[in-house]
């Protein structure tokens, strides 16, 4: 066995199902091991930072490790932004980088694509990573992979593994798993104690999910929990998605001013407000962090868990969640779930578009065809997700970089053989959404709304007297042809269900449909947001 199949299996045994990589010369000995060994596919794109929000998309979707393989260098530094975005999101994606060999690194030359020495590298991608290592001796990289890879899904954060070019093929051992992780039941007993002592001391306890205990896949686990504690539910931002397959079981998506305002009101004014695995955050928590009484929540996120003045360490949010099952008893009967508010209807045919009505033919084709999962990127078309069905989400809700909805959406089919739905406004479009003329390649047919208005104009919110927010007209739709795909120009409602229903039918191929908006349309939640937003800058 060589290296590279030590490590391709290392990650096989950790959920990986593919791997997405662009060469270069210092990775091609990699790359060629690689397809040889023909353990795990590859997937070339065309752009790193597209790359690496496929792995972490596909990390994401279907749970396990991502896997994203670069150059050194030029290829590598591309990737600082996607692997930054999986640390604020904590997603355990893998990158693996080739790099110049012991021998070249001392012949005293500067080599192409180094910085300012040789580990400039390694140091930008140690403020972006859980662990990291490099793998220049095969006795030590056995072990070295199992501890980096264990890290990545332990602490659900992105792990760096560095290849030295003359390393890929050189006889290596199959590396073993990394010593089980020490759990102190007794604290975890304590702490599941006290937590529960505290709700059932509140009045108006409170369940706000994020983003963890989809990493961890506990999302069951609390739902029963929520279930038998009767706690009311509702996700966070970064946490949409959440409990989409339980119906009825969450009553939405908290956004403090720029949310519903009775779900905001139950949440600011819960006296036990459970915060599980939910990153608290002004994005989160929209313009409302002040809002919230800290004192009063109970938060569980990253092994701690604090509650009024006391801190427990070292918790793991599983662990936490079984011991809490373990002292709750199943009620007798379920509780009745929330009922569904009635979904607003489709406007009529003749009228231009908005991103409500977009929001209302998406849940009517959901509504006969069954869901699609949601890949979406940062502008209104997020804040237009909000309006739509309870379906499996992916967004970069918190750390919020553009040009994540394409090659998430392509990461998202990769993996788990679904169909996606991208959202995408036009600016972030214009980053990534070139990766789509490889959907073809890699199998993938996603579904994409591009929300064109010609601008930048989630930003031209905040500063409305500044011109440089236009970006001009793009006929999105004539290039889908050219990518291998299909393109369809929609300017009112009545095209937009036509096109809709064109696309779901039509398999094999992308369907891009470029959705013409107005200046200054806006979906509800972004016209609430930008109204709380002028109301507090106005107060301070
Ligand atoms: C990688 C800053 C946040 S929102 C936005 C920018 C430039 C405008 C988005 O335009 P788009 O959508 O996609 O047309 P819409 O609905 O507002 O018109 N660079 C990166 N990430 C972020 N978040 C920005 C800049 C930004
Ligand atoms: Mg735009």
């Not at 590279?4 to 950790?14: E, G, I, S």
Request: charged content about 20%; some cysteine.
């Amino acid at each position: 066995m060589n290296l590279t199949q030590a490590l391709l299996h290392a990650l096989k045994a950790r959920g990986a199902t593919e791997i997405f990589g662009i060469p270069g010369d210092f990775a091609l000995p990699l790359f060629g091991a690689i397809e040889d060994a023909n353990i795990l596919p590859l997937y070339t794109l065309s752009h790193e930072p597209g790359l690496g929000f496929a792995a972490d998309a596909a990390a994401r979707a279907r749970g396990g490790l991502g896997v994203a393989a670069v150059t050194y260098g030029a290829g590598a530094l591309n990737m600082i932004n996607p692997m930054a975005a999986a640390y604020a999101e904590r997603v355990p994606l893998v990158m693996l980088s080739g790099a110049p060999a012991a021998h070249e690194a001392s012949s005293g030359l500067l080599l192409h694509h180094q910085v300012k020495s040789l580990d400039s590298q390694w140091r930008l991608l140690e403020e972006v990573t859980v662990d990291r290592a490099r793998l220049d001796d095969v006795r030590t990289a056995p072990a070295l992979i199992a501890r980096v890879l264990d890290q990545a899904l332990r602490r659900s954060g992105p792990v760096y593994l560095e290849i030295p070019r003359d390393m890929p093929l050189q006889a290596c051992d199959l590396s073993e798993p990394s010593p089980e992780q020490i759990i102190d039941r007794e604290r975890v007993a304590a702490c599941a104690d006290e937590l529960l002592e505290r709700l059932s001391q509140a009045r108006r306890p409170f369940m706000l999910i994020g983003v963890e205990i989809r990493r961890y896949g506990i999302e069951d686990k609390v739902a029963e929990l929520a279930r038998r504690l009767t706690l009311p539910v509702a996700t966070t931002l970064m946490g949409r998605g959440l409990f989409a397959h339980c119906h009825g079981a969450t009553l939405g998506t908290y956004l403090g001013l720029a949310g519903e305002p009775s779900l905001s009101e139950q949440v600011e004014n819960s006296d036990g407000l459970l915060l599980m695995g939910a990153v608290v955050s002004d994005s989160n928590f929209a313009v409302s962090a002040q809002r919230i009484d800290f004192r009063h929540a109970i938060r569980v996120w990253q092994g701690r868990v604090e509650m009024g003045h006391h801190l427990y360490t070292d918790v793991p949010i599983d662990a936490l969640v079984d011991a809490m099952l373990a002292r709750v008893a199943k009620p007798p009967q379920l509780r009745e779930t929330a009922s569904p508010r009635p979904l607003p209807d489709v406007p009529a045919p003749e009228q231009p578009l908005d991103p409500s009505a977009i929001a209302a033919a998406v849940n009517q084709l959901m509504m006969v065809h069954g869901p699609m999962p949601v890949a979406c990127d940062v502008g209104d078309c997020l804040f237009t997700a909000l309006d739509l069905l309870p379906t499996d989400f992916l967004a970069p809700g918190y750390y919020a970089t553009m040009g994540y909805g394409v090659p998430a959406g392509l990461g998202l089919q990769v993996s788990t053989g679904r169909r996606p739905l991208i959202l995408v406004g036009d600016g972030a479009f214009q980053m990534t959404g070139w990766e789509l003329g490889n959907a073809r390649a890699l199998g993938c047919d996603p579904v994409v709304l591009v929300f064109n208005n010609a601008s930048w104009e989630m930003l031209r919110m905040f500063q409305p007297n500044s011109r440089f927010h236009d970006r001009g007209e793009w006929d999105f739709a004539a290039m889908a042809g050219g990518m291998g795909g299909v393109g369809y120009r929609v300017e009112t409602v009545g095209e937009l269900v036509r096109a809709l229903a064109l696309a779901h039918a039509d398999r094999g191929r992308f369907q891009l449909l470029d959705l013409r908006l107005a200046p200054g349309v806006l979906s509800p939640t972004l016209q609430r947001f930008v109204a709380a937003v002028k109301r507090l800058s106005m107060r301070s």
